[in-house]
């Protein structure tokens, strides 16, 4: 016997509990310092050097990197991006 889906989505769960927009911030934000952390690792660059090219601290750096961390600003995420020679791209949906 196959079973059907019952009941809402998980996304239909989460707005329901109010929580949706933090848990899909955290989600994001998780994402986006996963990618950067591959890009440095890619390009071989260290977080000294990266803190460099993005004229900041490694103290920035290791908030930015850190996942849980969510006080992003766009202009960080864009001198990252720009360090490890990508492109920054936003969009609503």
Same mark, same amino acid.
């Given at each position: 016997?196959?079973?059907?889906?019952?009941?809402?989505?998980?996304?239909?769960?989460?707005? /329901?509990?109010?929580?949706?927009?933090?848990?899909?911030?955290? #989600? *994001?934000? +998780?994402? =986006?310092?996963?990618?950067?952390? !591959?890009?440095?690792?890619?390009?071989?660059?260290?977080?000294? /050097?990266?803190?460099?090219?993005?004229?900041?601290?490694?103290? #920035? *750096?290791? +908030?930015? =990197?850190?996942?849980?961390?969510? !006080?992003?600003?766009?202009?960080?995420?864009?001198?990252?991006?720009?360090?490890?020679?990508?492109?920054?791209?936003?969009?609503?949906?």
């Amino acid at each position: 016997m196959k079973k059907s889906n019952v009941g809402s989505s998980f996304d239909s769960w989460l707005r /329901e509990e109010g929580i949706y927009e933090e848990v899909t911030a955290t #989600a *994001l934000k +998780r994402v =986006l310092a996963r990618q950067l952390e !591959a890009a440095m690792k890619e390009k071989q660059l260290s977080k000294a /050097e990266m803190a460099r090219r993005m004229h900041t601290s490694r103290a #920035a *750096l290791n +908030r930015l =990197l850190d996942p849980e961390y969510d !006080a992003v600003t766009l202009s960080t995420l864009r001198k990252a991006a720009l360090a490890v020679g990508r492109q920054l791209r936003l969009e609503l949906v």
